[in-house]
């Protein structure tokens, strides 16, 4: 006789619809209603949204405390040492122009262990305004002027005799780079302690020249570009600029706005000149100098009318007026203002 399956689902004739399991080790396993599985899905769900509740708010009160902690260290550190200080060293403006100044010598230059004389030399110089929004000073420690270019201009007038004069320029043209004939590109290297204080503006000059002038020399004309190294090794780059300078040659030189040219100069002279200027004013965003743009005015306006030159309006810088204000000075002695310049303002 074959016995009965106990894992079968046997029906309770009792109950009508219930069902019972009987498991293989005889067992009787009831299933829950399926009311009682909801709420228990549900309260297990409910128990891990909470779980993970806490969690989160565990991990934001870590975070939180942790920067607690950093903001109080900085508020200690700031408490000891003060602010971070920063500069932020820009050129806001730049000009050139030959003003006096310069402390110079003269002497005869055919006397050995000649007697020398004190006097006042006119030369160029580069005017260059410093701004430093930021809440630290900047020091500026090192400036440099490169000169890109050099050449002489042609003097149109044989003039020339024993004096000599010297400059003491703050950076000195050597010997080997005199600008007859053009010189290779070089620089000129200076250690200097310039401070600009916090969301101030200051001024910078900078004299560049020969440190002796013979008598009859003719200008010089050059293109440079001067490198500031301040806080740290940090360079500020400005330029190029064109230069001139005042030569020792009385029949040829720069005066206000106005230029000397020699009544009869020598054939070819003033096209060469023109043509070395016009070649220098082509240089990408330069600085021109007053003086290099009075003389590009003055050679093509003799070019054009050579009987037309100003003569005697013309002061020489050999002999400097004191009632006179120099390039840049102010009329009542106060703060030299920076002189005007024909084109370009550094930006």
């Not at 100044?101 to 002497?107: C, L």
């Not at 006119?122 to 440099?144: E, F, R």
């Not at 780079?177 to 204080?197: D, G």
């Not at 360079?235 to 001139?244: E, F, M, R, S, T």
Request: proline share 8%; with cysteine; charged share 20%.
């Amino acid at each position: 006789m074959t016995s009965a399956d106990r894992r079968g689902t046997q029906e309770n004739n009792a109950h009508g619809n219930a069902r019972q399991y009987i498991a293989q080790n005889g067992n009787v396993i009831i299933p829950e209603p399926p009311e009682e599985a909801g709420r228990r899905a549900k309260h297990r769900k409910q128990v891990a949204w909470g779980l993970g509740g806490l969690f989160a708010i565990a991990a934001l009160a870590v975070f939180y405390v942790i920067k607690i902690e950093g903001l109080s260290k900085e508020s200690n550190d700031l408490a000891r040492h003060g602010p971070e200080l920063k500069s932020n060293l820009v050129a806001s403006q730049v000009s050139a122009y030959i003003e006096g100044g310069i402390d110079g010598e003269e002497y005869d230059g055919t006397v050995k262990n000649a007697a020398r004389t004190k006097t006042t030399v006119y030369g160029p110089h580069i005017d260059i305004t410093l701004g430093n929004v930021a809440n630290g000073t900047s020091l500026v420690t090192k400036a440099s002027i490169t000169f890109n270019r050099l050449q002489s201009l042609k003097t149109c007038a044989a003039i020339g005799g024993q004096v000599i004069t010297s400059a003491n320029y703050q950076f000195k043209i050597p010997d080997n780079q005199r600008p007859v004939p053009p010189a290779k590109p070089f620089t000129l290297t200076k250690t200097i302690s310039y401070e600009v204080t916090a969301n101030k503006h200051d001024r910078l000059m900078l004299t560049v020249g020969l440190p002796e002038i013979p008598d009859g020399n003719s200008p010089w004309l050059g293109v440079v570009d001067v490198t500031l190294e301040h806080d740290g090794g940090q360079q500020l780059k400005i330029g190029p600029i064109a230069l001139v300078d005042t030569g020792a040659n009385s029949e040829f030189y720069p005066a206000d706005d106005k230029w000397k040219i020699p009544d009869k100069p020598a054939d070819g002279c003033i096209e060469e000149n023109i043509k070395l200027v016009s070649e220098v004013l082509k240089t990408p965003n330069v600085v021109v100098s007053r003086e290099v743009a009075s003389l590009d005015r003055a050679l093509r306006h003799f070019k054009d009318s050579p009987t037309g030159q100003p003569k005697e309006d013309v002061p020489s810088p050999f002999a400097p007026n004191p009632t006179k204000n120099p390039p840049g000075q102010s009329a009542d002695d106060g703060p030299s203002a920076p002189a005007p310049v024909d084109t370009n303002v550094y930006r």
